[in-house]
């Protein structure tokens, strides 16, 4: 394994770092096969966990806490969670307001079994939230010892960029990591998102390296499409009646064969490419099942030539997101027609 320090932290943080959103009702709802592949991971030098309350509603905090005190792993493991979406009905579940972050955190500390988290992500923007709201709440968990630091998860670069500002404006603790959607498939914030994260000193942490399983293998021209729960969670991504899904199926045929002359697998390649960024501190892999993380730990040994790259570059330019569905998070304006309209 290898090891990066995230951001200006002074944390140091395994290269892959484990993704949970797959332990529980929403991937492997075997705990005990759960908490083996997160021993496994930690066998293997990954020191980096990455989990949110909403996945599968809590479970997957339960079954990180259980693993690590297991393990008697907690001190060694840097462990990141999040908030943000919808925990129940009540519309104050949820959301970046202090209300729900500072109740919101002590569930995740319950559930996770530990007395504080090392990394706290807001898990999306909240445009009725004033950022200023959200940083106070997190510079005071910090100062509780409830948190050590926190970040974002996709968050725009201007978004970015404001809550820099208004942190050094108002005394706050600052974003220390940006978690963002980063793939071959899903290349946007190399545009924006990961200069502004060099200038600031913002770890980077991307998630859906394998855009979703599209760079696993699994989807390929002229195949049966597989079943996935993901493609009810976020339809878009996988409705192969989008003519921009279809442009996915063609570029996984290009990247295959450059996998094969280059004598790797999809998987590593789609992996070595995210890690070559300079900007990118770790990436976050999320495995289902013990096979799925051995086929991905190999990736950081695996060094991609110029050329490779290059071809890359000429599959899918630089900054290309071939389907806005890919990208985690719209503004609302480009959803909602009255915010665009007098």
């Known amino acids: 394994m290898q090891y990066e320090v995230l951001g200006r932290t002074g944390v140091t943080v395994s290269r892959l770092c484990l993704g949970a959103m797959m332990f529980g009702s929403w991937g492997n709802p075997d705990h005990d096969d759960s908490i083996k592949i997160i021993h496994h991971a930690l066998e293997n030098g990954v020191n980096f966990i990455d989990t949110s309350d909403n996945y599968s509603a809590g479970e997957s905090e339960e079954i990180v806490g259980k693993a690590l005190a297991q393990a008697g792993a907690r001190d060694r493991v840097v462990l990141a969670t999040k908030c943000h979406f919808p925990m129940g009905a009540d519309p104050n579940m949820r959301g970046n307001s202090r209300r729900w972050i500072t109740q919101e955190v002590d569930n995740s500390l319950r559930r996770l079994g530990t007395d ?132 996915k199926l063609e570029i996984v045929e290009e990247l295959a064969l450059l996998a094969e002359r280059a004598g790797i697998s999809l998987i590593d390649l789609a992996l070595a490419f995210t890690l070559r960024h300079p900007s990118v501190t770790s990436v976050i892999i999320g495995p289902r099942t013990t096979e799925h993380l051995d086929s991905q730990l190999g990736a950081v040994s695996v060094e991609l030539t110029g050329d490779v790259l290059d071809e890359i570059d000429r599959i899918v330019p630089p900054g290309t997101t071939l389907n806005p569905h890919d990208e985690g998070w719209q503004h609302p304006e480009l959803a909602d027609p009255a915010l665009r309209r007098r």
């Open 116 to 247: 504080w988290i090392d990394l706290y992500q807001i898990h999306r923007p909240d445009p009725s939230t004033d950022i200023d709201e959200t940083l106070s709440a997190l510079t005071d968990l910090v100062r509780a010892g409830k948190i050590r630091y926190f970040g974002t998860s996709t968050f725009p670069a201007h978004l970015i960029v404001e809550a820099q500002l208004v942190a050094a404006r108002g005394f706050r603790e600052r974003f220390s990591a940006e978690q963002a959607p980063y793939s071959i498939l899903v290349r946007g914030i190399e545009r924006d998102v990961l200069p502004v994260c060099r200038q600031y000193r913002v770890g980077v942490l991307t998630w859906s390296p394998l855009a979703g399983g599209w760079l696993t293998g699994r989807y390929r021209k002229d195949q049966e499409v597989p079943f996935s729960m993901r493609s009810f969670v976020v339809p878009g991504r996988y409705d192969m009646e989008l003519p921009a899904n279809q442009r």
